[in-house]
């Protein structure tokens, strides 16, 4: 018996859940591959929950605007708990230079749909009760930003797929693509054959991998980033925060936090120097460096509980910026790949688009914008995203 699908997707994470969701609200029949032995257990699970469009690309701004509006209606929608905190996100700022680099941001960010504004020192001390005064600024605040659970969201998004007619194979990984004449025809996997006209590339950090199946050089790199998460604790404060200032340590950049709706606090940081490659074994520097970010900036963390940590991969572009095409050597075959640890806040905004892209070949978005997220840019062109 031939299986045949109207659309194979390689990934069940935070882009290939959304994906099959909203093609399978189109009446698709959609196949859901991936390795793992269940959805999100890739990248997806590793993500800290943050959901912003607070950011300088158009691109991003537009597709996480489109996020929020499906995270925070989910639960309306469709009865489900997705850990859904409507905090915001805050900048605070210590720097002149951090000051005009987030103020020179803001017609863009508004021009594009974001509610966000600077705010002064003591409207920074309301929302993070407890922040260091000490050269205190004020800094941005985008009131319509949250937090989601990511396991919460990553099996709502595979059942509600599934209860409209998405298939989901695990444990089952893609080995080949199968191509006849310049046209995708479907995909090989340890277990069998499969095929459809429209394969869509959401592998994550394997994108590149994917990729080469296809014939196609994708430049997506795994990088590895470290977070961890505290005991919950009685909540007192709401938005996720970042602190742009380079670590006194010199090893690290910005570093963000936020309470969730447990009232644990979840962070991160990202290395000055990438550490390139899909090795996900803790670093013994992550904790005593996190730990003095976080008591400098809120000294009352200093007797906070750390229950554990871990490592994910951001799968990296050159110029930071996600791919979204459908690729010109094989027909067929669509990319939704390279999304530099956003991945999470971009999953459903992706998914949304690249459905209506695929089924009626356009975006919701602006054409021109998705165009700047397509394959066939200028990797090496400088882009500006302070933001990251």
Known sequence: MISKYDAIIIGAGSVGCPTAYFLALEGWRVLVLDTAHSAGQGQNKAAIGGVRATHSDPAKITLCLQSLEIFSTWKEKHGTDIGWIKGGYCYPVYREEDEKTLRSLLPRQKKFGLDIDFVGPEEIARLVPGINMDGLRGGTYSPGDGQVSPLKMSAAFWQESKDRGAEYR?????????????????????????????????????????????????????????????????????????????????????????????????????????????????????????????????????????????????????????????????????????????????????????????VRGKPLIDAEIFKSVGFYRDFNAKRSEALK
């Open 170 to 358: 695990f444990n089952e990984p893609v080995k080949g693509l199968l191509i006849k004449s310049g046209r995708i025809e479907g995909v090989r996997t340890v277990k069998g054959e499969y095929y459809s006209d429209v394969v869509v590339n959401a592998a994550g950090s394997f994108g590149m991998e994917v990729g080469m199946m296809a014939g196609i050089d994708i430049p997506v790199v795994p990088e590895s980033h470290e977070a961890g998460i505290s005991a919950p604790m009685e909540r007192f404060f709401d938005p996720l925060i970042v602190d742009m200032r380079p670590g006194p340590e010199g090893r690290t950049t910005n570093f963000y936090f936020g309470q969730n709706d447990r009232g644990q606090v979840i962070f991160c940081y990202t290395p000055i120097d990438p550490i390139i490659g899909r090795n996900r074994s803790c670093t013994s520097e992550f904790m005593p460096v996190i730990s003095r970010r976080l008591i400098d900036l809120i000294p009352r963390l200093r007797n906070m509980l750390v229950r554990r940590v871990w490592r994910g991969l951001y799968p990296m572009t050159p110029d930071g910026i996600i791919i979204l095409d459908q690729v010109r050597e094989v027909r067929g075959h669509y990319l939704c790949v390279g999304m530099c640890g956003q991945g999470f806040m971009l999953g459903p905004g992706v998914g949304l688009n690249m459905a209506n892209f695929i």
